[in-house]
Structure formats: C-alpha cells, structure tokens
C-alpha cells in the first residue's frame, strides 16, 4: 500500500525557515517523480514544487523559486521541502504527492495528508 | 506561463442529473491533463488522467474529453456522495498549474 506521511509543520515567524519531509512507503521510491502542493485554509490547490525520482530535475512555482528547495533521498525514501524567508501567504497545508512515473510529466496518483504550515508573528 | 480556467466556478444539481465542467488552457496542452476530485476535509482524489483515461476504482459515471485547449468533466448521473470540488491540473510543462476549481453541491 503507498503511503506518504508528511511532517515538520508548525507555526513560524515571517521570514523564518522550515523545512518539511514525507516518508515514503509501499513503492519503489526512486522510480516515481513527487510534487509538493499546497493549499491555503478555504482555498483551491497550488502547485509547488516538482522532482524527478533521479533528483536531478526540479521545477518551482514562481510564487517560491528563490526561497524554497525540493530535494529527495532516494536512500531514505524521504522527499524533503526547505521553506526559508516565509511570509504570511506561504501559510497552508502542504501536501506530498507522487506522480504516476519517475519523469515530472504526469498526473499525481497518490497524495500524503498533509501538513499545516502556518506564518505568522 | 499557461493559464487555466474552470467553468462554472459553482453548480448545484440535482441527483441524477448530468453534470458537465469546463477547463481551458491559454495555450495548447495536448492531452496533458488531469481532473482531482477534493471532497470536504479530504484530501485530493485522481479522476482521470491524459484527459479522458478514467483511473482505476473510480466510478465509470466520471469521464472526460478534449485536447489542446478545452476539456470537459462529466459527470453523467450525480450521486449525493459527488458533492465536492473538483479541479483540473496540467502536468505538460511546469509550471503544473491547476485551475481555480468547481464546487459542486446537491440541491
């Protein structure tokens, strides 16, 4: 069964640093690119950030490009987000999602639970 | 970047009804597309994918069509369990951006 369990979530100051992970299980880890998506409270989806499952490639949101770093450990089946100088609007539920193949270009089959970022003083 | 659209913004319907959502891209997208279903306090649920491919254990009353710029979701007999809000997402080139989505409710 795949699952995904994200986690470091929690309550920041703006322009502080968090740095999310998502234990992966249940699949071959490396053999699927991941997406991270988020979604404020009350609000639609919004895409992220994607990595391929080699970690060589990674796409960001122009909403975060600068500021926030995909990265994954094929070793440890754990997909990781670092959030530096986060602002108010950063503040939702950061879902893990794997992508149905290891390059970016598919849909999202499975999703994490989320968990709660939330940016303020 | 690419754009997307959703119309309408929200329905309501009665059950048995056939529903149908529109997604538009600014540009062509081919058949890069891909509708979730997001029922209340839940977490996002894969419909179809490649635009009209129904994804395993999902009810065959959910289909979709299109290619290039506008898509479609059918939902040919609603269910009162259907009341959620759908999105689509295009996963052609990033960014994968997804559409405002369409709240969908029972009267």
């Known amino acids: 069964e795949v699952q995904l369990v994200e986690s470091g979530g929690g309550l920041v100051q703006p322009g502080g640093s968090l740095r999310l992970s998502c234990a992966a299980s249940?699949?071959?880890?490396?053999?699927?690119?991941m997406n991270w998506v988020r979604q404020a409270p009350g609000k639609g989806l919004e895409w992220v950030s994607v990595?391929?499952?080699?970690?060589?490639?990674?796409y960001y949101a122009d909403s975060v490009k600068g500021r926030f770093t995909v990265s994954r450990d094929n070793s440890k089946n754990t997909l990781y987000l670092q959030m530096n100088s986060l602002r108010a609007e950063d503040t939702a539920i950061y879902y893990c999602?794997?992508?149905?193949?290891?390059?970016?270009?598919?849909?999202?089959?499975?999703w994490g639970q989320g968990t709660l970022v939330t940016v303020s003083s | 970047d690419i754009q997307m659209t959703q119309s309408p913004s929200s329905l309501s319907a009665s059950v048995g009804d056939r529903v149908t959502i529109t997604c538009r891209a600014s540009?062509?997208?081919?058949?890069?597309l891909a509708w979730y279903q997001q029922k209340p306090g839940k977490v996002p649920k894969l419909l179809i994918y490649?635009?009209?491919t129904l994804q395993s254990g999902v009810p065959s009353r959910f289909s979709g069509s299109g290619s290039g710029t506008d898509f479609t979701l059918t939902i040919s007999s609603l269910q009162p369990e259907d009341v959620a809000t759908f999105y689509c997402?295009?996963?052609?080139?990033?960014?994968?951006?997804f559409g405002p989505g369409t709240k969908v409710d029972v009267k």
């Open positions: 999602a794997r992508i149905a193949a290891a390059n970016t270009h598919a849909e999202i089959d499975y």
């Open positions: 249940g699949f071959p880890f490396s053999n699927y690119a």
């Open positions: 990595i391929s499952g080699s970690g060589d490639s990674t």
């Open positions: 540009q062509g997208i081919s058949n890069y």
């Open positions: 490649a635009a009209s």
């Open positions: 997402q295009k996963y052609n080139t990033a960014p994968f951006t």
